[in-house]
């Protein structure tokens, strides 16, 4: 693991890669008591020609500063993190997979170390990065698409809030409504926001409606980052192949539950899918709303946008294509 300790008075410390160990930490610690802590997830790839990629990093760095600047907890220099990671990941080489079906996983974590039960910015911190194989996202090596239960009553951001930033808090507090969902026979949340249902993520995922739109267009959409959304790298990785391609129109627009219905009755729904770093994509089949199923067509039309943006990502992080977007590690 990685360690570097800050205080305010000291700035950062050297950072440490020491083996994996508990941490130990005053009961009073802020990240205890008042959730002033974050983190984020990354992948290595070990690639068909053996060497080792991160897949755009340094987005990963850009939300991990916004997210310590939103928890008050200290900002760092990005380029020097993502050094510190890269030389973790290359001493702990051998944990990554000899795959292209399994991954490593990257945790940094930030949390406050104040020892003190006042509400306040930290003037202790601790910044660590630990790692963990990964195998596919789905068991079977293929597409298993989810269902989704959407039910406005739990809500997981809010304008104002932190739903922008990857602050553990956004996390736990939708575990209650993902308990639900399961009972209901779903497998993840479908978040709604405001009087007209707006569709907001899938789970922890960010959410894409590949459609014929109002006008008539193929569009690929996807919610604006309007201070609820995370900003996801594979979230904009999707947009920025879609709009090299040209091929569709590219959209980052509301889409509200009324939207969706009214396009499933008039058969322009093509394809819809949750997309993260756990499993890039992941399609929807089925959405419990207000008490009846609404069936999605995605894999009745392949799902080919879908797979298609897999293959591509997957070509990328795996070496069998070359990109600017891939981080050699070694």
């Not at 009846?292 to 293959?311: D, S």
Request: glycine share 8%; net charge negative; aromatic share 10%.
């Amino acid at each position: 693991m990685l360690t570097i300790e800050w205080s305010l008075a000291s700035g950062w410390e050297k950072p440490y890669i020491k083996p994996l160990e508990n941490l130990s930490l005053h009961p009073a610690s802020s990240s205890l008591h008042y959730a002033i802590e974050l983190f984020e997830g990354m992948k290595a790839y070990r690639g068909v020609d053996g060497k080792i990629r991160l897949f755009r990093p340094t987005l990963n760095m850009d939300r991990m500063a916004r997210s310590a600047k939103r928890a008050t907890l200290p900002c760092f220099d990005q380029n020097e993190l993502l050094e510190c990671i890269r030389k973790l990941v290359e001493v702990e080489k051998e944990w990554v997979p000899y795959s292209t079906a399994a991954s490593l996983y990257i945790r940094p974590t930030l949390i406050g170390t104040e020892p003190s039960l006042g509400v306040k910015k930290p003037t202790k911190a601790l910044l660590y990065v630990i790692l963990s194989p990964v195998g596919p996202y789905f068991a079977s090596g293929s597409f298993n698409p989810i269902s989704l239960w959407a039910d406005p009553k739990y809500v997981r951001a809010w304008k104002g809030g932190t739903g922008d930033c990857k602050l553990g808090g956004n996390y736990g507090s939708s575990i209650y409504a993902q308990q639900e969902a399961l009972e209901l026979g779903c497998q993840q949340v479908l978040w709604l926001y405001g009087e007209d249902h707006q569709i907001t993520e899938v789970g922890t995922m960010n959410l894409f409606l590949y459609w014929i739109n109002e006008d008539g267009e193929n569009e690929l959409a996807t919610p604006p980052l309007d201070g609820i959304i995370l900003p996801g790298v594979t979230r904009q990785s999707i947009l920025d192949l879609a709009c090299n391609w040209e091929e569709f129109k590219v959209s980052e627009r509301y889409i509200t539950m009324s939207d969706l219905t009214a396009a499933l009755e008039e058969n322009r729904v093509k394809e819809m899918f949750g997309a993260g770093t756990a499993c890039v994509v992941c399609p929807i089949s089925k959405i419990l709303y207000k008490g009846k199923h609404l069936h999605i067509p995605t894999m009745e039309n392949g799902p080919q946008l879908t797979t298609r943006f897999l293959n591509k990502l997957s070509d990328i992080q795996y070496g069998r294509e070359d990109s600017d977007w891939a981080v050699l590690v070694s």
